[in-house]
């Protein structure tokens, strides 16, 4: 009679110096109940391949002059003097920001009676936006959140690889394993963060695991029961780890994967503030089936709009 066991092995591995991001894309559904006139605006930020925050804007046109408001950059022209309703300026802003000079820096899809749906393809929170003049209306579809987790320690970062098997035996072939399935893949990355402020303690671990009691203009964060048997996956975020001294445009070698934030030890003393973190990887139902696990390459390059 064949025997089914499970095993597991552990790979571990130190990682070469890079620079590290956790946070989630910023994704938003924008429609409209009338066609925009010429010479308005819809801001709308994005997030670079640097992970700093361009102040972008789409102006609407019937020909007339850009009004380029101060602070903001244009990252799409549409001309809408043609269009005969608002599914042909849904179509027109799909092929005006594909054009555009930013167009690496998120996704569009148009769709017929629904809207236009842009991601960003790049982790990190987006300053709310305002000064709109189009008459659009804009409804977030997932709120980012993050950016740089900052300097590590000298050590740098690790990185542990579990898999995970369902061997087969058989009795005429004693404990030697005739068949084997691969059921399961961790992958682990933990690092030692030196960034110990409050505003980056409430960004990487309040949010996910714990709470915030307000009080009027006043706020009080930390741990509680509120935050008992709730979903972690819910506020789980992307890590991304890109080469250090790298241009951020070469992003063969970045690792990315959709990950817990789990604190293992955390040291506030004045002389040493570290906390010691580690990252552990979900099944990321936006990823392909063959990298939804873990990444190494330009995670920009995949189609989300096909998965």
Known sequence: MAKLCKSKKTVNSNVNPKVWYYGLEHCRMTTFAAIPTGETILPINIIQEDYSELLGYIHFTNGAADPAPVGLTNIATVDVSGAADVDAVYAAMEVALEAGTYAGLYQVSATAGE?????????????????????AVVTIGQQSFGGALGVLTEDGASASFEFETLDQTGDSTGSAIIESFLIGITATVGMSLTDTSRAQFEEMFIN??????????????????DSFFKSLLAKAGKLVGHDAGVAYTDRSNDWS???SIKPSSINFNKELQVIETEFISYYDATAPEEVNIFKIGDF???DLESL
């Not at 809207?115 to 003049?133: A, K, L, P, R, Y």
């Not at 714990?210 to 509680?224: A, M, P, R």
């Open 208 to 225: 996910p695991l714990g709470g915030k009691y307000v009080n009027g203009l006043d706020e009080v964060i930390g741990f509680g029961t």
């Open 300 to 302: 920009s390059v995949i």
């Open 115 to 135: 809207g236009v749906d842009m991601i960003n393809n790049f982790i990190g929170s987006i300053t709310e936006e305002s000064g709109d003049t189009s008459g």
């Open 257 to 259: 994967m959709l990950a």
